[in-house]
């Protein structure tokens, strides 16, 4: 039998400014939003949960920062993930290496999920999903440790980063080459990731849209998704913005066009818990 088409649309970066959290509560009111992602350490999450318990309609996951963000433990405890400035390190291919090769590294790696798993935890809210922030669960040591510390925490569902290139044929070639599941490097990885959720059984969606044009998935872009959804459970993610740079996704959100392309291609709006 053929798969039901479902579609899941995620607001990344849930915690990241007023800015973000404002546009993340417009579309999941007045939109299409139905999941966000929430950064924990970031200033402005006290601020994205308040406005989460006032929406029960909008399920959120946990956004793992491990690289180019603010950590939840102090600089001083994870030294080898941060900056000088007490950033974590925002080359991540450096930050890769790092984790797979250091031993205090890694131990620091998981220390800090484990964080930013309490911390979640500490709001109270129901865990939606697990994502990571640049996709860097697709990283073998950053997912075996979302997936140990995950599984104490109620972790049911994770994003696999999987963009589907049969679909991106109407793209510009340098957007159908790149993309974090687009090139002949990073598949094995989203093949081992597949394997490795569907063997310790957790949900997952089958696609996902918005890697080819992250930052500016916008109206037109949308509708086009929406037409060609394949069958399955696809995820649209967002980075929603008030301020100029995420002000064309929120307006995507909360277009009447979107809207009935949603509508007219007959998929079923779910979130990652109602898989």
Request: charged residues 25%; proline residues 5%.
């Amino acid at each position: 039998m053929r798969a039901p088409r479902r579609v899941i649309t995620t607001a990344d970066d849930f915690g990241l400014s007023s800015a973000v959290n404002e546009a993340v509560e417009q579309a999941a009111r007045d939109g299409i939003l139905t999941c966000a992602s929430l950064m924990v350490g970031e200033v402005a999450a006290a601020d994205a949960v308040a406005r989460a318990r006032r929406i029960p309609a909008l399920r959120v996951g946990l956004h793992i920062v491990v690289a180019a963000g603010r950590p939840v433990l102090s600089p001083s405890q994870i030294p080898d993930l941060c900056d000088a400035d007490g950033r974590l390190d925002g080359r991540l291919v450096r930050a890769g290496v790092r984790f797979f090769f250091r031993s205090r590294a890694a131990a620091q790696l998981r220390a800090e999920i484990e964080a930013q798993f309490a911390a979640f935890a500490d709001t109270g809210l129901a865990l939606d999903h697990v994502n990571a922030h640049k996709h860097m669960h697709l990283h073998p040591t950053v997912l075996r440790f979302i997936m140990a510390t995950g599984k104490r925490y109620g972790m049911r569902a994770v994003r696999l980063p999987f963009e589907p290139r049969a679909l991106a044929g109407s793209l510009p070639l340098r957007e159908r080459l790149t993309g974090a599941s687009g090139s002949a490097v990073i598949g094995p990885w989203v093949a081992f990731m597949r394997w490795q959720l569907r063997r310790a059984g957790l949900r997952h969606n089958d696609f996902v849209f918005g890697l080819r044009k992250s930052g500016a998935i916008e109206e037109a872009a949308v509708i086009e998704v929406m037409g060609r959804l394949p069958a399955g459970t696809s995820e649209v993610y967002f980075h929603p913005s008030t301020d100029p740079v995420g002000r064309g996704e929120l307006a995507a959100l909360l277009s009447p066009r979107v809207r009935a392309a949603l509508e007219n291609c007959g998929a079923q709006r779910v979130s990652f818990s109602e898989l």
